[in-house]
């Protein structure tokens, strides 16, 4: 069973007994929000949701799940499913990617760094190629830290410089893309005004060019080597802002999914294929979708695609995106170091553990929960399962997405009895919410409740205990808003669709037969967040949580 690591050791909970199965399910992008036609957990049929929050007061409550509560820079950016896994597993709230950007970019750090010294290695005879998501959301990368980071190497010695621009319209809105790709061409004439020949030389919309995740599907990363690196692709255009605008104009054409595209000179030549002696930094500071592309520039030996050519680059990521691979090894800002997880932390004290979730959000529960590391703390105690996602589709046409057969594995698990705890993504209301269909999401949400069911239901068999919690909003509030709340229309006087996650606080409730009589919520901790769900659960497996951990939500008083 558990380790001799004194150092995590975990003390004996004075009153909540050990060896009861503790369920914890996280539904993506389900937040609480008032009631009206654009909140889908609110219309959708969801009878389990529902009786959590009814049935036990003081076994159902809210918690923050954005901003500060999660790391992130203000109280203007809305939660994601990184920084609210990370603060879900780690029980600490970490300055996250994007401040740590913020931080390294204000004080200037950014260019004292090795990862910078060894991509300024390029600068003299090679091109610098700068490749990400083009967008003030926030969750991936921002479009300020893009504009900084252009100043701050055009002042170092850069002679020539390509963007390869990837499409939003997930955490903004659709169709903002044309004005961002107008912010930046206008920073580039300011630098080829200063003598630096800088200009965009490919793009694609994020969900179809090169952000995969979790090896969903090559081809979207394929999609995006042909056009930055070989300057190949379907669509040529002269400029960006041409080619957002052609493309957009496509039947239900969007800029989560806008096609490959590449800018060719007046010869229709690629102006800035990436070729040998050149630089890159992948400029997106959250890791997941970076990962796959990171690899495909970083590793020799690599047999996900066709590369056709392998040039010998200088690359460095904005971050360094997986803690365990050390990958890449060259990095512009270090990641928060999130370590002694709450998973290490209850491995290491015999907790064996099943985590399950469909590809699409099977890193959450495992590499986000783990604090962006992947692989096993003890692989004799845990069992991480992921069930394939459906590929090449959006999740609208699918929104009861694979909610099922997680719940049926997580269901098997539990009554195996062969683990303490059981941790499932429900990746619906999240992943449907995106595609900004209100009818889909509806249904999308229904097949989220009825999966937690299942896996209630299962607990209730083995005597067990439940936390079903979210990571951040999404569902609940599908339309753009101004101050006061009343949805925005746009210049034809339709409602303008948000896409996003929210600002919104997310429920968590805990029951089931194993939860000892006087267990309830404290009422103490009224500014709880996501990073207080860590010590929670661990008086729930029996033991203490760490003294630097966030203060458990919940308190046991005699019956
Ligand atoms: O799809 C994603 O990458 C983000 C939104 O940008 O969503 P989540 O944080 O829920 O994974
Ligand atoms: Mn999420
Ligand atoms: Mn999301």
Redesign the pocket.
């Known amino acids: 069973m558990g380790s001799t690591d004194t150092k995590f050791k975990l003390a004996d909970h004075p009153k909540l007994p050990k060896g009861k199965p503790v369920a914890v399910v996280v539904l993506?992008?389900w937040g609480e929000a008032n009631a009206d036609q654009y909140n889908c957990i609110h219309t959708a049929e969801t009878p389990t949701m529902d009786s959590l929050k009814k049935g036990a007061p003081e076994r159902w409550r809210l918690v923050r799940a954005h901003g500060t509560a999660v790391g992130l820079p203000t109280e203007d950016d809305m939660g994601?499913?990184e920084v609210?896994h990370n603060a879900l597993g780690a029980g600490r709230i970490f300055a996250q990617g994007a401040k740590l950007v913020d931080l390294a970019l204000e004080s200037g750090k950014i260019y004292e760094g090795e990862g910078f010294k060894y991509i300024q290695e390029s600068f003299a005879n090679g091109t610098l190629h700068l490749i990400g998501l083009l967008s003030d959301g926030g969750v991936h990368s921002r479009l300020d830290q893009l504009q900084l980071l252009l100043k701050g190497v055009s002042e170092r010695g850069v002679k020539r410089v390509r963007v390869h621009i990837l499409t939003d319209g997930r955490d903004v809105l659709d169709g903002s893309s044309v004005g961002f790709v107008e912010t930046l061409e206008n920073d580039l004439v300011k630098l080829r005004e200063k003598g630096i020949d800088a200009r965009i030389a490919s793009g694609g919309g994020r969900m179809h060019v090169t952000m995969d995740r979790y090896e969903n599907d090559w081809n979207v990363v394929k999609r995006g080597w042909d056009a930055q690196v070989l300057g190949e692709a379907p669509h040529k255009f002269k400029s960006a802002l041409e080619a957002v605008k052609k493309l957009r104009a496509e039947p239900k054409a969007n800029d989560q999914y806008l096609p490959p595209f590449v800018i060719v000179d007046d010869n229709g030549k690629a102006v800035g294929p990436i070729v040998d002696g050149d630089a890159v930094v992948t400029f997106n500071f959250r890791a997941d979708r970076m990962v796959m592309i990171a690899k495909s520039l970083e590793y020799e030996d690599f047999d996900k695609f066709d590369r056709v050519r392998f040039p010998k680059i200088r690359y460095a990521g904005m971050l360094q995106y997986d803690g365990e691979l050390k990958l890449p090894s060259h990095y512009l800002v270090s990641p928060p170091e999130i370590d002694r997880t709450s998973g290490e932390f209850l491995v290491h004290n015999g907790v064996r553990t099943f985590a399950c979730s469909e590809t699409v959000k099977f890193g959450?529960v495992t590499f986000f929960w783990n604090g962006n590391r992947s692989g096993y703390f003890n692989r004799q105690l845990e069992e991480y399962v992921e069930i394939p996602s459906d590929i090449g589709i959006t999740f609208n046409v699918q929104p009861k997405m694979k909610a099922l057969e997680i719940a049926e594995k997580a269901r098997d698990a539990i009554l195996s009895r062969k683990f303490d705890q059981i941790r499932v993504n429900l990746p619906n209301g999240?992943m449907v919410g995106h595609t900004g269909d209100i009818e889909a999401t509806v249904v999308a949400c229904k097949a989220a409740d009825e999966a937690v069911k299942m896996i209630l239901d299962a607990i209730e068999q083995v005597g067990g205990i439940y936390v079903v919690t979210a990571?951040?909003g999404n569902a609940e509030d599908m339309v753009k808003r101004d101050k006061s709340g009343k949805p925005l229309l746009d210049k034809e006087g339709k409602i303008q669709i948000l896409t996003s996650h929210t600002l919104q606080p997310v429920p968590i409730a805990i029951g089931g037969p194993g939860l000892a009589p006087g267990v309830r919520f404290r009422n103490d901790v009224p500014d709880g967040g996501l990073a207080n769900v860590a010590a929670t659960v661990m008086n729930l497996h029996g033991f203490v949580a760490p003294s630097d951990y966030e203060t458990t939500l919940i308190e046991v008083v005699d019956k």
């Open positions: 993506d992008g994601n499913s609210g959450h999240d990571d951040h």
